[in-house]
C-alpha cells in the first residue's frame, strides 16, 4: 500500500470503502506529508518506542509512526474506520488498532500492557471537540508518558503556550505549563486536510516534566482556584474566588494571602504567574 499521506491515495481510499465523513467525531484526515514528517520528527520517534496514536483516522500517520516506532497502539471511536485501518495498515506487524473511545479507556493499564508501564509518546492529530479533555486527562491520570506531539487548533496552541497578562493565558495556560513544556512545532493552513476545516492548526509537542516546575503541595486545590481565577477573568481575584460555587474563602483570607505575597487587592487572575498561583493555593488551603 502506496503513503496514504498524499491527497489521490487518501480519496481512493475513502471511495472503495464508501467512507461517510462523521462531523460529531472531529474528522478532518491529513492529506500532506510535508506535515506528517514535521510531526514524527517534533515527537522524536525512535525504534525503541511505543507510541499511543489517537484517532488513526484512515491511518495515515499510523503508518509513517509504525516504519519508525517499535511498536503503535491505534485508538479509534468510529467502528466504519476499522476495516479501512485492517487495510491500509496489513502491511504493518508492529501496530495494534483498538475500537475504543480514548476518553473511556484505561490508558495506564493499555502502557502496562504494551509497554510494561514504561513512558510512552503520543502521537495524534486530535480530535478538536475533544482536545482539552484528551490531553489534561492523560496528565491528570500520571500516564507514564515523554512526551505528547499533538495536532489541535491554532488558537488552543497559542493558549497553551502563553504567558501572564496576554489575552490568550487562562487555566489551559497553567494546567498544561505545570505538567509539560510546550514547543510550537510548526502551524499548518486548512487545505492541508480533508475536509478542510474552519479554523487553522498547529503542531505542538508537550514534553512532560519529571517534576512539576512549581511545589504546590495540593494540586487539586490549585487547579480549583485557577479554574475559579478565570470563569470570572474580568473580576478581581479576590472577587472571583468568592463568588466560585466550588469554594468557600472569605474575602478576607484571599485579601490577607495577597497581602503576603505583595499583591494588590484588585489584582486579576490574568496577572499571576504558575508560581503565584502555586503559593496563593498553598496559603488559602485549609
Ligand atoms: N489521524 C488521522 C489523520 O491525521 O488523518 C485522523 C485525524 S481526525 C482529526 C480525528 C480522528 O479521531 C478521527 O478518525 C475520529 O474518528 C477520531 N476520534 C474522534 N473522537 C474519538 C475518541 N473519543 N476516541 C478515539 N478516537 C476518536
New binding site residues.
Partial sequence: MDRLSHPQQTIQVLQEHRFVF?KK???????DPHVLDKIIAAAGIESGDTVL??????????QALAETAGHVVA????RN?IPILQETLAGYSNVTILN????KLDVNRLVREYNGGKPIKVA???????TTP?ILGLFEQEVPLDNMTV?VQKEVADRMQAAPGSKDYGALSLAVQYYAEPYLAANVPPNC?LPRPKVGSAVVRLTRYQEPPVPAEHPAFLFRIIRAAFNQRRKTLQNALWNAAELTIPKERTAEALRRMRLSETVRGEALSLEQFARLSDLLFL
Avoid: R
Avoid at 25 to 31: D, E, P, T
Avoid at 124 to 130: E, G, R, S
Fill in positions: 462523521q467525531y472531529g474528522q478532518n484526515f491529513l492529506i496514536e489517537i484517532g488513526p483516522g484512515i491511518g495515515t500517520m499510523t485508538v479509534e471511536i468510529d474506520l475504543e473511545d480514548i476518553l495524534a492529530n486530535l480530535p478538536y471537540y475533544i484528551i495536532m486536510f
